[in-house]
């Protein structure tokens, strides 16, 4: 069974009778054992009251004070169901409530009691709509003849049987392994698992990559059937197709790439093109791989890639969303005509947008570079050769000149970018939700700048024809998030200020990095001004991008290779190009051009046919969560592996001392981040030995009752690596000096 409860559920809308064959059609039930499985499903929804049947069809029943959420649990065994809505309350669910989900699954809860001003509403799962945790980690432990698998993550609160599995359990025994769940807790009944793979003796023997895919549950190989279809697929276009294309193959196009290591070849979506009007103005194409002509929906390779929702990116191992035989084929290759989707910007010479289109288009790379390739090229003008003067001119135009023009646009309307080296394989913001510009290689935030307006630009023609869309949105920080950032910083003597009582703007934190750029400290604060934006999510509707400083839509496009809703977004456009209509009534003697935005603002009409509109609707309706909860698990991953990586630095380093800055403090201890490293640390009090510390909330700082020492945010303290907690990402320190004195004010009650 490939689908969920909660896929099923999202078909009933409206109070609508839904027929079991369209449920079939909708679901991709293809054979008699899957039809016989929904069927199952439906009854038993039925029984518990969730459906109703009428006619032969099915009706869902709307309950009152029933919620759908993701649950969070907590080792101790208490855990709260977390709504998708923003500031929609958490409710507290009790373990004997639980009814056997487990932390992270999604269920539907139904609220027993209401919650007050001091306390949280109070649930029991109703229903488990879709499990987190197909698999997971876990140490084989034998008790008589029986073999169990005890969860690594302590919020798993329970234990796995465990099946013989064709390989010897006995040799499992004490070690890490990898546990597919066979069965969940029905009732008494317990949890059933197979050791699917053993990855050494405990967590640090094994490989990090495996100890992430394996946690997250994230698919490394495609299955043969897969590979086959791709195989299949054509490894050029037919002729005929050009006549339905504009012709790029004219101008000067170049493409750059990442010059990284990987174990798979980076996929080459982008290509560029930058020209002179006859009005002087440049005309800038960002032409982007047509994967959508090739990859069919609800073919096997679609329903792959929206499985996994995402490339991955861990370290040298890349999970990419389809199999290399795909990259290799349709990467834009160097002297190889390629079918791509454009979008041409105008822009005057101040760098002002003046009009864009989209096209489909074909064009021919006649350079690929690397960014470091396109520096030294910018850095040594006086020694090109002829042949590469043209292009020379053009990366001068773009990166001297337009590029800095469109940002200084960007900067002036309250737009920021954060100092650190880029991490993101992707030529967008990516999931770091901001723009950073690096030191090291500086054109390729600059190329970013540009990319961004692609997206910008698209979102704008989706919605100005009331096209169905997904949307890249980012919600605007938490104040909790920045407080102790900005304690942190006038504590080192910097003049920066916030007012809690207002709204957070994207201005401000240009602002905060302005004012961080006058510190020596400057590495750390931007490290930590980074960690309080909020993760970007999907829309079904426009909404704004705060790390962007876009107040009304802006979308991902630019790799339909590597994210699928990309793709999606792609199909969107082609169905724009093949069946809008560009006037009201076919009798209308003139019409709109579909593809420009001359025609936002001319439009009354619906621009595609009512049943591909409302198909699309749905589609992209029931797909934003799976998206979303997608690119968190690949954000999570990436960070797990991020994480891991320090800890596997730190325990080498165990008993070495550093110099380190204060940048958290609790009733329970401080962290100090090490400099050099980005690495954190917690220096528990009871590790403090020298005095008793009381913890003094309002001014951020512990302090001695003797002594009078004080550590507080801001405060530089040498620290030794006493501990690391591999898995867990827990490094434990202890002062070895530091920490200042207490003022008077430090005294007083809080």
């Known amino acids: 069974m490939e689908f969920s409860i909660a896929t099923l559920l999202s078909h009933f809308s409206d109070n609508k009778l839904v027929a079991a064959k369209l449920l079939e059609k909708k679901l991709g039930c293809e054979d008699e054992e899957s039809v016989q499985q929904l069927q199952i499903i439906l009854d038993a929804l039925e029984r518990i009251g969730m459906l109703v049947k009428e006619r032969g069809k099915y009706r ?31 409710i507290y669910v009790r373990e004997t409530y639980l009814s056997n989900a487990w932390n992270g699954d999604r269920v539907l809860v139904k609220i027993i009691k209401e919650g007050t001003r001091r306390r949280s509403p109070e649930g029991e799962v109703r229903l488990i709509l879709e499990r987190a945790n197909p698999s997971l980690l ?11 698998a005890i969860p690594l993550d302590d919020r798993l609160l329970f234990e796995l049987m465990l099946q013989e599995n064709g390989g010897n359990l006995e040799k499992a025994v004490d070690h890490l392994v990898h546990v597919s769940v066979v069965r969940y807790p029905i009732g008494d009944h317990p949890p059933v698992g197979q050791v699917t793979r053993i990855l050494g003796s405990d967590a640090e023997a094994a490989a990090d990559t495996d100890i992430v895919c394996c946690k997250h549950d994230l698919p490394q190989i495609f299955s043969e059937a897969i590979h086959k279809t ?79 929702g995402s490339t991955v990116y861990l370290g040298e191992k890349v999970l990419p969303l389809f199999p290399e035989t795909v990259i290799e084929r349709y990467s834009l290759k160097p002297e190889t005509d390629c079918l791509t989707l454009s979008v041409i910007m105008t822009f005057d010479k101040n760098g002002q947008l003046i009009e864009f289109n989209l096209q489909p288009t074909v064009i021919n790379v006649d350079y690929q570079l690397t960014y470091q390739q396109a520096h030294t090229i910018l850095s040594n003008l006086e ?140 590495r750390v604060l931007n490290y930590l001004l980074h960690d309080t934006l909020k993760s970007s999510k999907y829309s079904s509707h426009p909404a704004p991008h705060f790390g962007l400083a876009y107040s009304d839509c802006y979308t991902h496009c630019v790799s339909p290779g590597q994210r699928y809703t990309d793709l999606l977004i792609q199909r969107v456009l082609k169905l724009l190009f093949s069946q809008g209509r560009d006037r009201r009534t076919k009798q209308s003697k003139t019409g709109v051009d579909l593809r420009s935005n001359s025609s936002h603002g001319n439009i009354n009409w619906n621009v595609l046919p009512p049943t591909i509109q409302e198909e699309l609707e749905d589609t992209f309706h029931l797909l934003i969560t799976h998206l979303n909860d997608r690119e968190k698990l690949a954000e999570d991953a990436e960070k797990d592996l991020d994480g891991l990586k320090k800890a596997e630095k730190m325990k080498e380093r165990t008993g070495q001392v550093f110099r380190g800055l204060i940048t958290g403090v609790q009733s329970y201890g401080f962290f100090v981040e090490i400099e050099d490293l980005l690495v954190e640390g917690l220096v528990h009090v009871s590790s403090l030995k020298d005095d008793w510390y009381e913890y003094r909330a309002r001014h951020g ?21 006493k501990s690391v907690d591999y898995y867990r990402q827990q490094i434990d320190l202890v002062t070895v000096g530091g920490g200042s004195a207490a003022t008077n004010d430090d005294w007083d009650d809080d």
């Open 383 to 522: 020694q090109i050769p002829e042949q590469e003067q043209d292009l020379t001119e053009r990366l001068k135009q773009l990166f001297f000149t337009l590029s800095p023009l469109v940002k200084a646009q960007r900067l002036q309307r309250g737009g920021f970018e954060i100092q650190l080296e880029p991490r993101s394989p992707y030529q967008d913001e990516g999931r770091v939700g901001t723009i950073i510009a690096s030191s090291t290689v500086p054109i390729r935030s600059l190329l970013t700048e540009l990319i961004i307006v692609a997206g910008k630009l698209v979102a704008e023609h989706l919605s100005a024809l009331q096209l169905p869309g997904i949307y890249c949105t980012q919600p605007e920080p938490d104040w909790e998030e920045l407080e102790d950032l900005i304690k942190l910083a006038q504590n080192l003597g910097l003049e920066v200020k916030l007012d809690p009582e207002e709204d957070i703007k994207p201005q401000d934190y240009y602002n905060l990095t302005q004012a961080f750029s006058q510190s020596s400290k400057v």
């Open 701 to 721: 700082c512990l302090v001695g009752r003797k002594n009078r020492i004080a550590y507080r945010l801001g405060d530089e303290v040498e620290v030794e690596v």
């Open 138 to 148: 876990a140490q084989v432990k034998k008790e008589d003849e029986d073999y169990r």
């Open 60 to 90: 869902r029943i709307p309950e009152d004070n029933v919620v759908e959420a993701k649950l969070r649990c907590s080792s101790k065994g208490f855990c709260f169901a977390i709504q998708d809505e923003e500031d929609a309350e958490d």
């Open 230 to 308: 791709a195989e299949a697929l054509p490894t050029t276009f037919e002729p005929k197709e050009l006549k339905n294309r504009v012709d790029w193959r004219k101008f000067l196009t170049f493409s750059f790439v990442e010059d990284l290591k990987r174990d798979c070849q980076p996929f080459i979506e982008t290509a560029f093109t930058l020209e002179k009007t006859e009005e002087q103005y440049w005309q800038f194409g960002v032409h982007i791989v047509d994967i959508a002509h090739y990859i069919q929906p609800d073919s096997i390779l679609d329903k792959s890639a929206k499985k996994r």
